[in-house]
């Protein structure tokens, strides 16, 4: 609570130990996500006399690796804990030991279960994007195109879905939200396929939006990527295909990373939703 936090608040000269736990540093997003931490802390640092001693980790995408880089953290007695983690499932034991170690922490990026963030409260938050937003903004952008998504006039949006890791809610509920959107906007989606278990990877999205445009040809219409990565990945193989976004084809995307605002200028991609990893970051830090 607010007394609590006041009362050990770090005063000027003192040094206050952060141990953080990136899912994995080849991630285009949680690279800006990382950045902006880095800056904000040091930006606090100068502001207030505290140093701000960053230990950052990288999880490598194994669950095993960052739970030894989390456990080193408890060893080393870290003051606090910033955590994306690689598997959410792991939350549970790893908000038991660090109870045991009196070292509270910040989820970020990937939301663990309600009933965990039950076993500390107080002392474990979580910090995120709102990803049924995001999700109904792409069905939104879609909806408003010229022939709301269905190039062909057959009455239906024949969409794929490029999928982010299926454990994280922002890749649920964006596969969820940006197809209820349409169905929202009376319009009548079908799915080509299941989604593409791309994993938030823009080879993967290159490589499944390769396959797709083979098997289903112009019958193609959306492509709907739960991240700007794989939409990127998406644009060659739409290029290669020797189709035209904003033409024959669509495809949108979430994050608004700088590869994707200058796609959007390119005329490669019909639209991409702000995931604000600056305000994250710096409500992490706050
Ligand atoms: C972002 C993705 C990123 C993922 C990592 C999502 O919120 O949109 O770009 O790969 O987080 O967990």
């Known amino acids: 609570g607010e007394e609590a936090a006041e009362s050990t608040a770090p005063q000027e000269g003192d040094t206050v130990s952060v141990g953080v736990a990136i899912y994995r540093f080849d991630d285009n997003f949680m690279t800006l996500y990382r950045e902006e931490l880095e800056n904000y802390f040091s930006q606090l ?28 953290f408890i060893t080393q007695g870290k003051d606090v804990m910033i955590l994306n983690l ?19 922490i910040v989820f970020i990026n990937r ?10 409260p107080g002392k474990t938050t979580y910090v995120g994007a709102d990803a049924t937003q995001s999700g109904t903004f792409q069905g939104e952008m879609i909806a408003e195109t010229s022939n709301q998504g269905d190039i ?22 964006r596969t969820e939200f940006s197809i209820k959107a349409l169905e929202d906007a009376g319009l009548t989606p079908n799915a080509l396929s299941e989604p593409y278990q791309a994993n938030w990877d823009s080879a993967r999205g ?8 083979a098997q289903f040809g112009e019958d193609l219409e959306v492509v709907f ?27 949108v995307g979430v994050d608004a990373i700088p590869e994707a605002i200058q796609a959007l ?8 939703v702000l995931n604000d990893h600056f305000n994250q970051a710096q409500t992490v830090v706050e």
């Open 265 to 272: 200028n390119d005329g490669n991609l019909t639209g991409t």
């Open 152 to 173: 062909n006039g057959d009455g239906q949006i024949n969409y794929i879905m490029l999928q982010g890791d299926p454990q994280n809610v922002d890749a649920q509920q």
């Open 225 to 251: 990527s739960n991240n700007d990565g794989m939409a990127m990945g998406a644009i060659q193989s739409i290029n290669s295909a020797g189709r035209t976004v904003g033409e024959d084809i669509y495809l």
């Open 45 to 72: 640092s100068e502001e207030t006399g505290v140093t701000y001693e960053l230990d950052i980790q990288d999880g490598k995408q194994d669950q095993a690796t960052q739970t030894e880089q989390i456990n080193n």
């Open 111 to 120: 939301e663990p279960e309600t009933d965990d963030m039950k076993i500390w």
């Open 206 to 213: 290159q490589e499944f939006t390769a396959n797709a445009l």
């Open 86 to 104: 690689v598997d959410v499932t792991a939350a549970n034991a790893i908000i038991n030991l660090a109870q045991e170690a009196d070292i509270p």
